[in-house]
Structures are given as structure tokens and as C-alpha cells.
């Protein structure tokens, strides 16, 4: 059996088993008693789709997000948590596979594969953990929309694959029409300054799903208007985050701990390679830009900073993983080692409805600032751990280069 396939196979099997013990273990939030929960709004999205309503009453910005409940609104089961657990389900087996793909694609070293894969599985604030305890959502379709993206960006030839998903992600979440912008920008900026020979092939594929996604948010606005009117837009959004963020310098903090709690010793690993170059990767500037554009959107978009820097996880993490291919196999263990006590696998979320004190202290976002700092001096611990690690597989491979001659003459 090819190992590529296995590996695939391997994967299904604990992705399986990773959801049924989560499922079967976790609490989920109850909604009723969260008036603030997003799943509020998905949920009362649902049940107009499943006829349980004649109004539509969800608010903005969530009104637009209509796929998800929709979707989970068709299956045969008057459930809500079912409908949405079997969708769930459904999205991170396909979500897996896609990002698995990306990877081999990329020529990816098969335990960096691994890695990145567990990394997802297991985490607390990953496909499948986090969204067991906030099962109305529409986060986990978001893994596979972003590895179908990162896929289109390896295989050029399948940008057509756009036009028909375009409209589809829009309905999902309006962010996937600002990603498919900034890619249009960004060729067109490549193209027009410099490229020798430009050529606009892409760009037009792009501005073509570009006015797709476009047309569908003025549709959905249209049929499914939000109760209580519309919200701020995303530029006032935006600015109003900068502003909080400027009066409250400790949020920056905040935001660089929430990187580590998210992506543990592996993200201070690729900070330790970004002078050095594995290989030429032709995806590398749109990766940096997409990796950059979910960090940023941590700290902008909103105070949930490591649950919306971790939906960026296919661009980040396989930045991540490009950037530490040539280390040692034991500097990569030294580097999960550290990492482990991060994902905490075996303890289960707080319920913020009645642990709320204890469901901050997860969150870098939340914590008190005793829990902040404790979390960024073990994050400066384990840099410099790493970093240390580093230097003493360096000095004893060197050793070793040195003494190999001797032995073999002798």
C-alpha cells in the first residue's frame, strides 16, 4: 500500500475516533442560557430553514451566513445539535483529507505531515474540539474552503474551481470574499509591476469569482435581511479595533500570547528559520500575505483572538511546516514536547455559562493578566529551550561530521 494512501487512511481512522470521543465527552454551551453565543443566531437561522418559523430573525452580520444552517436545516433529523454534529463531522473528514493533499502536493515531509495534522485534530481550539463545544457554527467549514484555496494556489490550472465555490463560501461566510480580493490585488499588482511578460489570465479568473462572491452578497442581503437592521461594516469594524487596540497597548500582548497558545513551539520554530530558504515555493508570497492577513484579523476583527487566528490554520501552518522542514527530528520532538501542555487534550472547555471565570483563563484574550504573563514567560522559556536545542543538535552533528572520517579510516 502506497504511504501517501495510508497515511490518508491513518488519519481517517483518528479523526473518527478523535470526534466520537469529543463528542461523547464535551458539554456543549446551552444557548439558552448564552445571550451572547453566536449560535444564537445560526440557530435561529436553522429554524427557519427547517420550517420551525416563518420569520427570519437573526441579526447582523450573521443573517448573510446562511449555508451551514441551511445545509444542517435539509438532513432528516429534527435535532438541531445532531444536524449540525453530522455536518461537522462531514467537513473535517473532507477538511483533513484537502490539507493533506496541500502537503504532499508540496513535497512536505511525511512526519511534518504528521505533526500538522494532529496538531489540527488535537487542539483545543481546532476543527473539532472547539466546535464540539460551540457546535452552532459555521467555523469548520472554513478548514476546507481555506485548504481548497491553498490547493488552487499549488495547481494554477484548477483557478477555475473558483467560479463555482465563490458563491457557495460567500453564502458560508463573507470573509472568503475578501481573501478572493486580495488575491485579485495582489496578481494584478504582480502582473502590472512586475512581471517582464504580464499576462492577466488569472486575474480575470479572479475578477470574474470576485464580481461571483460580490453579487451573492447583495443577494443574501437582500432576501434575508437582518432583524434590527444593519451593523457596522467591516472598515468601520476594523477602525474601531485599531482604536480599542491603541487605548489598550496590553492587547498586543494579548495577541502575540494567543499566537503561541495557538500554534504552540512550532510558530517560535519558524520564527528561528525565517532568514533561511528550504527550497523556491512559488505560493510562498501568497502564503505570507494570507498568513499575515488571519494574524492581523486576530487583533481586528474581533476579540477572539485565538479562535480567529486558528481559522487561518491551513495558510499558517503550512507556512510553518515549509519553514522547519530541514530541522532534526530532535529538535522536533524538543519542540512538541514544549508544545503539549497547549493543547490540553484530557481536560474538557469550561462552560462559560457557569465556569466563566475558568473558560477565561483558556483564552490569552480573556485571562487575567497574571494568567497572560505566565503563559508569555513559558513562552520565552520555550523559545529559548528551542533555540538552545538547536545549537546542541548543530554542535554534535558537527561533532559527528568530524569523527565520521576517522572512523571509517580507522
Known amino acids: 500500500m502506497p504511504q501517501k494512501v495510508f497515511l490518508h487512511i491513518a488519519f ?29 443566531q445560526y440557530l435561529a437561522a436553522y429554524d427557519y430553514f427547517k420550517g420551525n418559523t416563518s420569520t427570519y430573525c437573526v441579526k447582523f452580520p450573521f443573517h448573510s451566513r446562511v449555508a451551514v444552517p441551511w445545509l444542517a436545516a435539509q438532513l432528516p433529523t429534527n435535532n438541531a445539535q445532531q444536524a449540525f454534529t453530522w455536518l461537522h463531522w462531514g467537513f473535517t473528514l473532507l477538511a483533513i483529507h484537502f490539507l493533506l493533499f496541500c502537503w504532499q502536493a508540496m513535497s512536505l515531509p511525511r512526519h511534518l505531515q504528521v505533526i500538522g495534522g494532529s496538531w489540527l485534530l488535537f487542539h483545543w481550539t ?4 472547539f466546535n464540539v463545544y460551540d457546535f452552532a457554527t459555521v467555523d469548520v ?15 494554477p490550472r484548477w483557478l477555475w474551481l473558483l467560479l463555482p465555490i465563490t458563491p457557495l463560501a460567500v453564502a458560508q461566510k463573507e470573509s472568503w470574499f475578501a481573501l478572493i480580493i486580495i488575491w485579485a490585488l495582489y496578481e494584478l499588482i504582480q502582473q502590472r509591476f512586475f512581471s517582464a511578460k504580464p499576462t492577466y489570465k488569472r486575474f480575470r479568473w479572479l475578477g470574474i469569482a470576485v464580481l461571483l462572491g460580490f453579487i451573492t452578497k447583495v443577494l443574501l442581503n437582500h432576501w434575508f435581511v437582518p432583524v434590527g437592521g444593519e451593523g457596522k461594516n467591516s472598515l468601520i469594524t476594523l477602525l474601531f479595533f485599531v482604536r480599542e487596540t491603541l487605548q489598550n497597548p496590553l492587547d498586543l500582548l494579548r495577541w502575540v500570547v ?4 495557538g ?4 510558530w517560535l520554530l519558524a520564527w528561528q528559520n525565517v532568514g533561511k530558504l528550504p527550497k523556491k515555493l512559488n505560493i510562498l508570497p501568497m502564503l505570507i500575505v494570507f498568513s499575515a492577513l488571519h494574524l492581523l484579523l486576530g487583533i481586528l476583527a474581533g476579540r477572539d483572538m485565538t479562535r480567529i487566528m486558528f481559522l487561518g490554520y491551513p495558510f499558517i501552518m503550512t507556512l510553518v511546516l515549509w519553514r522547519i522542514q530541514a530541522e532534526s527530528k530532535w529538535v522536533l520532538v524538543a519542540t512538541a ?8 487534550f484530557f481536560s ?28 508569555a514567560a513559558y513562552m520565552v522559556l520555550s523559545y529559548w529551550l528551542i533555540a538552545q536545542s538547536r545549537r546542541w543538535w548543530s554542535f554534535l552533528f558537527r561533532q559527528w561530521q568530524k569523527n565520521e572520517p576517522k ?4
Open 263 to 266: 500554534f504552540g513551539g512550532w
Open 126 to 129: 481546532g476543527i473539532v474540539r
Open 337 to 344: 514536547t514544549l508544545s503539549l501542555p497547549i493543547i490540553r
Open 12 to 40: 481517517s481512522c483518528t479523526t473518527v475516533l478523535v470526534l466520537w470521543y469529543t463528542t461523547s465527552m464535551q458539554p456543549s454551551v446551552p444557548y439558552d442560557a448564552c445571550a451572547l453565543c453566536d449560535g444564537k
Open 141 to 155: 467549514p472554513l478548514y476546507l474552503l481555506h485548504s481548497l484555496l491553498l490547493l488552487v494556489f499549488i495547481r
Open 348 to 375: 474538557l472547555i469550561p462552560l462559560q455559562t457557569s465556569q466563566n471565570e475558568a473558560f477565561k483563563t483558556w483564552f490569552p484574550e480573556y485571562a487575567d493578566l497574571g494568567t497572560v504573563a505566565a503563559w
Open 407 to 410: 572512523s571509517r579510516k580507522d
Open 258 to 261: 494567543a499566537m503561541f497558545v
